[in-house]
């Protein structure tokens, strides 16, 4: 395959191939020398360059200009410019000398379309891991490469083919199609997928989580400087992701991992990494953006957003058609289409379903349900928005900034207080007649978490009684809590910030499905009639901030209130079959904050090795203001 690396400015003239340049190379003495990659795979009639890094005695860096001599010209030669040749199949050894210095580099030569690849996840630009790594699949616009130190028993070159199949006739054309096409800084016109058993590695002996994937953006930094950009030696110089792979055997920390397993979802993580690799790529070097990094919390959103949008292209269906079971259910194709992409979205968002005063869709962390609110609120966020969604997702990955800033941005408004809306619709949605901005007109939510993959509508709700209840909320979030009002009774409701709130109440006058959205201010004291046959009532405190993170605490204090009617539902047969979505296991707890560990380590490095003038970068905020919270009031019966 072709790479094009910078070239090493030579001093001399070129020095004939497998010549050793001279005895000492660059005559600066150097206190260390860097060869990288090192151990090197090839494959018969491949090249690739070596890249020297160094440092004086003084401890500044350099780089280097190295001789370089193979002991055997028949299997390997080497240029004075350090690009090296596979012969042969075999085994030598590459001399590097400069400065003092001399550096031996492993040359494995196999088969032909074997190329080096560092796979430490765990390191940016030193202390790089090199695996070899066979050409399994190839396409138009991608190459699949699979690690040679993988577990047996994994995908056979036929199986790769039908991966590379999908990506290449729904992946690329979804993905490149509303986020715009990845640079191509290595000169191939292709991406690369590598199915590597450094995914399997990084979870953890008795884990209850995985890892599916990454993006490294070190990947994206030129190996040897270039104009804007720092040197980055452990980078692989080109546009590439990380995929887990088959471990019948469990090789890998204990953990099985069945073909049939990862095959299940190999598609729709490489649709959520190819995202991350468009994100990065247009923002560094086709966007000139403020900030060179999308947040982390909007940069995994978009990409659980392409894994529904290869939903929609494979099934057949498109946005705001208010999707069930029974749309879903239709045909196989439909089902597998959600099994393959849509199935781990609802996942994650039913984990932040479950406690949504703790999580939001932006905070500064990794989370599972973090993600799965992410996702929902931007399809929401689109859906209210109108116009075509490809401009709108474009629009996002294309930004000047990032965060809230991104989304107020392209939005044209606080973004904060569509996720109040958003929050409110979680509960009204398919439930309470509510006006349009308090549905998701996308999904029939609490009828697909009724399937017997997810088991139940699990959003958490409290029913208050009478005295004091008190909760603590994260900014971008709100808690869910429902009474009732006998016939021609007063229910009276004190909310406050602590403690509780004096005085008369003032009374609520709402139809069935009317919401009222209130500032909460020092307090709120509110009287609700129960009306000639009593009625029911939904309190939604949202948490207004552009703080990640920040909390708010709330006391509610009831008085003369009783239980509501059992909480809005669709309306549903007693005992109507539940149709399984069972074609792909709800079982994949991914990732476990990997990527926000891996991401800000990367960018806390790798921000600084990115040389250009931007204007400034701009703070992830909104136009909110320090912490309000709104009291959401909606009559539901």
Same mark, same amino acid.
């Not at 003092?100 to 040359?107: D, I, P």
């Not at 993988?150 to 995908?155: D, E, L, R, S, V």
């Not at 009625?535 to 939604?540: M, N, R």
């Given at each position: 395959?072709?790479?094009?690396?910078?070239?090493?400015?030579l001093?001399?003239?070129?020095?004939?191939?497998?010549?050793?340049g001279?005895?000492?190379?660059?005559?600066?003495?150097?206190?260390?020398?860097?060869?990288?990659?090192?151990?090197?795979?090839l494959?018969?009639?491949?090249?690739?360059?070596?890249?020297a890094?160094g440092?004086?005695?003084?401890?500044?860096?350099?780089?280097?200009?190295?001789?370089?001599?193979?002991?055997?010209?028949g299997?390997?030669?080497?240029?004075?410019?350090g690009?090296?040749?596979?012969?042969?199949?075999?085994?030598?050894?590459?001399?590097?000398?400069?400065g003092?210095?001399?550096?031996?580099?492993?040359?494995n030569?196999?088969?032909?379309?074997?190329?080096?690849?560092?796979?430490?996840?765990?390191?940016?630009?030193?202390?790089p891991?090199?695996?070899?790594?066979?050409?399994?699949?190839s396409?138009?616009?991608?190459?699949?490469y699979?690690?040679l130190t993988?577990?047996?028993?994994?995908?056979t070159?036929a199986?790769?083919?039908?991966?590379?199949?999908e990506?290449?006739?729904?992946?690329?054309?979804?993905d490149?199609?509303n986020f715009?096409?990845?640079?191509?800084n290595?000169?191939?016109?292709?991406?690369?997928?590598?199915?590597t058993?450094?995914?399997?590695?990084?979870?953890?002996?008795?884990?209850?989580?995985?890892?599916?994937?990454?993006?490294?953006?070190?990947?994206?930094?030129?190996?040897?400087?270039?104009?804007?950009?720092?040197a980055?030696?452990?980078?692989?110089?080109?546009?590439?992701?990380?995929?887990?792979?088959?471990?019948?055997t469990?090789?890998?920390?204990?953990?099985?991992?069945?073909?049939?397993?990862?095959?299940?979802?190999?598609?729709?993580?490489i649709?959520h990494?190819?995202?991350?690799?468009?994100?990065t790529?247009?923002?560094?070097?086709?966007?000139?953006?403020?900030?060179?990094?999308?947040a982390?919390?909007?940069?995994e959103?978009?990409?659980?957003v392409?894994?529904?949008?290869?939903?929609?292209?494979?099934?057949?269906?498109?946005?705001?058609?208010?999707?069930?079971?029974?749309?879903?259910?239709?045909?196989?194709?439909?089902?597998?289409?959600f099994?393959?992409?849509?199935?781990?979205?609802?996942?994650?968002?039913?984990?932040?379903?479950?406690?949504?005063?703790?999580?939001?869709?932006?905070?500064?962390?990794?989370?599972l349900?973090?993600?799965?609110?992410?996702?929902?609120?931007?399809r929401?966020?689109?859906?209210?928005?109108?116009?075509?969604?490809?401009?709108f997702?474009?629009?996002?990955?294309n930004?000047?900034?990032s965060?809230?800033?991104n989304?107020?941005?392209?939005?044209?408004?606080?973004?904060?207080?569509?996720?109040?809306?958003?929050?409110?619709?979680n509960?009204?949605?398919?439930?309470?007649?509510?006006?349009?901005?308090?549905?998701?007109?996308?999904?029939?939510y609490?009828?697909?978490?009724?399937?017997?993959?997810?088991?139940?509508f699990?959003?958490?709700?409290?029913?208050?009684?009478a005295?004091?209840?008190?909760?603590?909320?994260?900014?971008?979030?709100?808690?869910?809590?429902?009474?009732?009002?006998?016939?021609?009774?007063? @229910?009276?409701? %004190?909310?406050?910030?602590?403690?509780?709130?004096a *005085? +008369?109440?003032?009374? &609520?006058?709402l139809? /069935? !499905?009317?919401?009222?959205?209130?500032?909460?201010?020092?307090?709120l004291?509110?009287?609700?009639?129960?009306?000639?046959?009593g009625?029911?009532?939904?309190?939604?405190p949202?948490?207004?901030?552009?703080?990640?993170?920040?909390?708010?605490?709330?006391?509610?204090?009831?008085?003369?209130?009783?239980?509501?009617?059992p909480p809005?539902?669709?309306?549903?047969?007693?005992?109507?079959?539940?149709?399984?979505l069972d074609?792909?296991?709800l079982?994949?707890?991914?990732?476990?904050?990997?990527?926000?560990?891996?991401?800000?380590?990367?960018? @806390?490095e790798? %921000?600084?090795?990115?040389?250009?003038?931007?204007? *400034? +970068?701009?703070?992830? &905020?909104s136009?909110? /203001? !320090?912490?309000?919270?709104?009291?959401?009031?909606?009559?539901?019966?």
């Open positions: 395959m072709k790479r094009t690396l910078l070239a090493l400015l001093a001399a003239a070129v020095l004939p191939a497998c010549s050793d001279g005895p000492t190379g660059s005559s600066d003495p150097l206190s260390t020398l860097t060869i990288s990659p090192n151990p090197l795979y494959g018969v009639s491949d090249t690739m360059r070596l890249t890094s440092t004086k005695a003084d401890g500044t860096a350099t780089a280097p200009t190295p001789s370089y001599k193979s002991a055997n010209t299997v390997a030669t080497v240029g004075s410019d690009v090296v040749r596979g012969v042969a199949q075999g085994t030598t050894q590459i001399t590097a000398k400069a003092g210095q001399t550096v031996t580099v492993t040359v030569i196999l088969a032909t379309g074997i190329r080096t690849f560092n796979v430490n996840s765990q390191s940016n630009c030193d202390a891991t090199y695996h070899g790594a066979r050409l399994v699949a396409s138009a616009h991608a190459l699949i699979e690690d993988n577990p047996t028993g994994g995908f070159d199986e790769y083919q039908g991966i590379i199949g990506l290449e006739n729904t992946v690329y054309p979804t490149t199609q715009g096409t990845p640079t191509d290595d000169g191939n016109g292709k991406f690369i997928v590598l199915y058993r450094a995914v399997n590695d990084l979870t953890p002996v008795g884990a209850s989580f995985l890892y599916g994937g990454f993006f490294h953006p070190r990947d994206m930094f030129p190996k040897t400087a270039q104009p804007g950009f720092d980055c030696l452990g980078s692989n110089a080109g546009e590439m992701f990380y995929m887990l792979v088959p471990d019948p469990g090789v890998s920390n204990g953990h099985v991992r069945t073909k049939a397993y990862v095959r299940g979802s190999t598609v729709g993580t649709a990494e190819f995202q991350h690799l468009i994100n790529s247009r923002r560094l070097y086709v966007n000139n953006a403020d900030s060179s990094y999308e982390v919390w909007l940069d959103a978009l990409a659980h392409a894994e529904e949008l290869n939903f929609y292209a494979a099934s057949g269906l498109a946005p705001r058609q208010n999707l069930g079971q029974a749309e879903i259910l239709a045909n196989d194709t439909r089902r597998n289409a099994n393959e992409f849509q199935l781990e979205n609802f996942g994650r968002l039913d984990e932040y379903l479950q406690a949504p005063a703790q999580n939001a869709p932006y905070a500064d962390d990794d989370e349900a973090t993600r799965g609110a992410g996702w929902s609120f931007l929401y966020a689109a859906d209210r928005r109108g116009g075509t969604d490809q401009a997702w474009f629009a996002l990955v930004s000047k900034t965060g809230l800033a989304l107020q941005t392209v939005l044209g408004t606080d973004p904060v207080l569509w996720v109040r809306d958003w929050a409110v619709a509960y009204t949605d398919d439930a309470v007649p509510v006006p349009a901005v308090y549905t998701h007109p996308s999904w029939k609490r009828d697909m978490y009724l399937n017997a993959a997810f088991g139940g699990h959003l958490q709700v409290t029913t208050l009684g005295g004091t209840t008190t909760n603590s909320i994260k900014a971008g979030s709100a808690a869910y809590y429902k009474f009732g009002v006998a016939a021609g009774q007063t @229910a009276d409701v %004190r909310v406050a910030p602590s403690g509780t709130v *005085g +008369a109440c003032t009374p &609520v006058s139809a /069935v !499905g009317g919401v009222q959205q209130l500032t909460l201010g020092a307090g004291a509110l009287c609700f009639p129960g009306g000639a046959a009625q029911d009532y939904a309190l939604i949202f948490h207004a901030s552009n703080t990640l993170d920040a909390m708010f605490s709330i006391s509610i204090t009831a008085a003369n209130v009783v239980a509501p009617i809005p539902s669709p309306v549903r047969a007693a005992g109507a079959p539940l149709f399984s074609g792909h296991s079982a994949h707890p991914w990732d476990g904050g990997m990527e926000l560990k891996m991401r800000t380590r990367a960018w @806390a790798l %921000r600084h090795m990115v040389h250009r003038n931007t204007g *400034g +970068a701009r703070a992830d &905020v136009s909110v /203001v !320090g912490n309000i919270l709104y009291l959401n009031v909606v009559r539901i019966r």
